[in-house]
């Protein structure tokens, strides 16, 4: 039974710094690409950042290019998005989604959520003064 479980969200001021982890179980790491995604109330789920299954080049949406920084640990079965220089703008929930097709090499889906299959429970960013 694949289960991804995301913690570290929190209230952070603008500026501030949060790291969020997700746990993979039941979920080869090494074979599947993660892709975070967050959800502002009444917006859709949008793609932050994801990662190949063997790494390659992460993408990363434009606006959060130089703040945020995804890695992985396939040994521990974690995934990992730093957030730094938080600001308002980035106020959702976050999840973490696991890619529904295996072997894809370092290819990761930023935008298009039908491509992942597993996705965790979310957890909650709020950044605000």
């Known amino acids: 039974q694949v289960q991804l479980v995301e913690s570290g969200g929190d209230l952070v001021q603008p500026g501030g710094s949060l790291r969020l982890s997700c746990a993979a179980s039941g979920f080869a790491l090494d074979r599947y690409a993660i892709g975070w995604f967050r959800q502002a109330p009444g917006k859709g789920r949008e793609g932050v950042s994801c990662?190949?299954?063997?790494?390659?080049?992460?993408k990363y949406a434009d606006s959060v290019v130089g703040r945020f920084t995804i890695s992985k640990d396939n040994g521990k079965k974690m995934v990992f998005l730093q957030m730094n220089n938080l600001k308002p703008e980035d106020t959702a929930i976050y999840f973490c989604?696991?890619?529904?097709?295996?072997?894809?090499?370092?290819?990761?889906?930023?935008?298009?959520?039908?491509?992942?299959?597993?996705w965790g429970q979310g957890t909650q960013v709020t950044v605000s003064s």
């Open positions: 989604a696991g890619g529904a097709f295996p072997d894809t090499g370092d290819y990761c889906a930023l935008r298009a959520t039908s491509w992942y299959d597993y």
């Open positions: 990662i190949g299954a063997t790494i390659g080049s992460p």
